[in-house]
């Protein structure tokens, strides 16, 4: 033990100036001046205030559309196969239609079985049919929207540069979304509150608004607004979709702001097809069912991009960039709660839970120094070392700390002696027994290994369970015990045995001090 190797304590020590390296960020009053590299640890929404949003995805408005697309191709079905219906509606969870005959009702129910192989053909009655989901692939559906728009949120979030953010599912159809340190949360609302649903439609130039309010629309337009008020009759059918989007900038055309934008392969193949056969005519841009442009195709767009144009500002141009960049919401999210947290209450738990913790690390230095003497000094620096390394390990992963993030720093101080609490103990039983100081603290930290392995590792068992079945704060204290474990069993056998070995092979002394 009092041999230990050049290389051996040089690892150590570096380990130890790496922490405390990146630990210093956390002292430092000017941290915007900082590299992004070399950062604090990040403050939760609970320490830094901030706003916490609790969104509702409006499953019902997919669902609905989603009988709107069964519907059309229950019509289509009919008509190539001319069987006579009537009474075809979409409702918000179902699709019927009434067959009379009897044997082309037959037909059409086998024809609808295998549109889709997720819904549910049944008669209920009087010659109606009716088409819905199965439970099971209802339930994949619903997961599926929900996970999505977390995702699109996740995106959205992160091109505004907000620091840590926390957004996760609660509930079936529930999104919580935490913006630490954002006290003014409109803007993020106005931005998650758009579908940002995007397509391409030809206008349609044989017909006027006038004709479709006559009701002399053909079945393949529909009428659309525009952002002006103007009033358009485009085709209902897209003749590409968003979803073929890859990237979208804000840019400048002559000095006006644009969004340039860029399909992938496919899209852009197709892109070019349509505007080479439609040179002259109209192409409305339909951004959640609102036209926001509508220029003349001057010429075939090839190479799969392509420029909006419209009466934007720059800001306007920034936000269209970012939600067309950040993809479709799934479903529309209604803000069902919004809380903010006052920067006030955060500095108050900062300061109470800094208060604890240095009344805490008092209380261990007394015990420590009152029962081990001038090993229980040994034992202090390896407490301090042990804080350097989990604020170094914290500010480097870039994880957030919250309340109880700081209630599981606390607690490992606590635990931090444990290891030392073992080795010097036994080391008391060894010179008991007559052996040597050095063969008696040689002991001390070769025999008491294994126990504190074991303890330890019974705690990272129940930190690790914490982390995977908790959520927000409860991982927070997970991720700051496991932490606090690693570095306390670190700092509490090699730390300590490198300052005791130094001790010993300088003083060469007779008698353990403990």
Known sequence: MYKLSRTRIILILLVCLIGIFFAIPNLIKNKEALPSWWQPVNLGLDLQGGSNLLLEVKIDDVLKERMGTVEDSVRQVLRENKIRYQNLKAGDTSVTVKIDNLSARNQAMGLFKKLDNEMNVAETGNGVIEITYNEMALNALKK??????????????????????????????????????????????????????????????????????????????????????????????????????????????????????????????????????????????????????????????????????????????????????????????????????????????????????????????????????????????????????????????????????????????????DANVLIFERMREEVKAGRSTRDAADAGFNEAWGTIVDSNLTTLVAAFVLFYFGTGPVRGFAVTLTIGILTSMFTSVTVTRVIISTWINRYKPTKLPI
Do not use: C
């Open 144 to 417: 599926r929207i929900v996970d999505q728009s977390i995702e699109i949120v996740r995106r959205r979030i992160d091109e505004l540069g907000t620091k840590e953010p926390v957004i996760q599912g609660q509930g079936t159809d529930r999104i919580v979304v935490q913006l630490p340190g954002l006290q003014n949360p409109e803007y993020v609302k106005s931005l998650l509150g758009k579908t940002a649903k995007m397509s391409f439609h030809l206008v349609d130039e044989n017909s006027t608004a006038m004709d479709a309010r006559r009701g002399k629309l053909s079945a393949a337009s529909r009428l659309a607004k525009g952002v002006g008020g103007e009033t358009y009759v485009i085709s209902r059918k897209p003749i590409i979709g968003g979803e073929h989007l890859v990237d979208s900038q804000p840019n400048f055309q002559e000095g006006s702001p644009v969004v340039s934008f860029k399909f992938d392969t496919v899209g852009g193949k197709k892109f070019g097809e349509v505007t080479k056969e439609n040179v002259g005519s109209r192409l409305a841009i339909v951004l959640d069912n609102e036209v926001i442009s509508a220029p003349v195709i001057q010429t075939a767009i090839l190479g799969g991009s392509g420029i909006i144009s419209g009466n934007f500002t720059v800001k306007d141009a920034n936000d269209l960039a970012l939600l067309l960049r950040s993809g479709a919401l799934p479903a529309p999210l209604e803000v069902l709660e919004e809380r903010t947290v006052g920067a006030g209450l955060g500095a108050d738990s900062i300061r109470d839970g800094v208060t604890a913790s240095v009344i805490g690390l008092i209380a261990v230095v007394i015990f420590m120094i009152a029962a081990y003497g001038l090993f229980g000094i040994f034992t202090t620096i390896a407490v301090f070392m042990n804080l350097f390394l989990m604020l170094g390990a914290l500010s480097f992963m870039g994880a957030t700390l919250t309340l109880p993030g700081i209630a599981g720093i606390i607690l490992t101080i606590g635990m931090a002696v």
